[in-house]
T-cell receptor, first 113, second 115 residues
Framework: QKEVEQNSGPLSVPEGAIASLNCTYS??????FFWYRQYSGKSPELIMS????GDKEDGRFTAQLNKASQYVSLLIRDSQPSDSATYLC?????????????FGKGTLLTVNP | DVKVTQSSRYLVKRTGEKVFLECVQD?????MFWYRQDPGLGLRLIYF???????EKGDIPEGYSVSREKKERFSLILESASTNQTSMYLC??????????????FGPGTRLTVL
């Protein structure tokens, strides 16, 4: 059973701080990794995707991937109250099921003004 | 922008009713998915379709069926609704398998209550 693990939180940070969200996955041959943001009562929204080892930056967001450690993270710089949401990590399957995503249960982030 | 729409935001049905949830995407995506999301259980895949008239069971297909007669439309059917099917139902689509094309985009969700 492929698994994606996230700390459930809540993770609480002050406004302007860096929020660090972590995710580990069990399928060693997973190829694609995604971070979704989900506001309460809304559907998940894709915010970052990463496919190769290292860092990928997009505005205030940085995704980091370490395939050897089976670890992917999301850093949010200069956190804002509007970043308060649940963040879902998602990982593709391997081989013939590489269009399926396995989701973690999410980390609830609260940014305090 | 990819747009995925779902027929209802909120739906209330009675036990034993047949329920249809409709999903439409406007970006010519090959793959479409139905998930349900419950507190503490996360997102769970019910069914997915990788082509018209093609479908494959996900992790929790029991009590559900699907239909994909046109590329842009994917329907989820609850043959006889039960109270344990009360949930948030999310439809998603992705362009292709592999690489950036398997990013999934979600519709707004349907919150279904079965009484």
């Amino acid at each position: 059973q492929k698994e994606v693990e996230q700390n459930s939180g809540p993770l609480s940070v002050p406004e302007g701080a860096i929020a660090s969200l972590n995710c580990t996955y069990s399928d060693r041959v997973s190829q694609s990794f995604f971070w979704y943001r989900q506001y309460s009562g809304k559907s998940p929204e894709l915010i970052m995707s990463i496919y190769s080892n290292g860092d990928k930056e997009d505005g205030r967001f940085t995704a980091q991937l370490n395939k050897a450690s089976q670890y992917v993270s999301l850093l949010i710089r200069d956190s804002q109250p509007s970043d308060s949401a649940t963040y879902l990590c998602a990982v593709t399957g391997s081989g013939g099921s590489n269009y399926k995503l396995t989701f973690g249960k999410g980390t609830l982030l609260t940014v305090n003004p | 922008d990819v747009k995925v729409t779902q027929s209802s935001r909120y739906l209330v049905k009675r036990t034993g009713e047949k329920v249809f949830l409709e999903c439409v995407q406007d970006m010519d995506h090959e793959n479409m998915f139905w998930y349900r999301q419950d507190p503490g259980l996360g997102l769970r895949l019910i069914y997915f379709s990788y082509d018209v008239k093609m479908k494959e069971k996900g992790d929790i297909p029991e009590g559900y069926s699907v239909s994909r007669e046109k590329k842009e439309r994917f329907s989820l059917i609850l043959e006889s609704a039960s109270t344990n099917q009360t949930s948030m139902y999310l439809c998603a689509s992705s362009l292709l398998a592999g690489g950036p094309q398997n990013e999934q985009f979600f519709g707004p969700g349907t919150r279904l209550t079965v009484l």
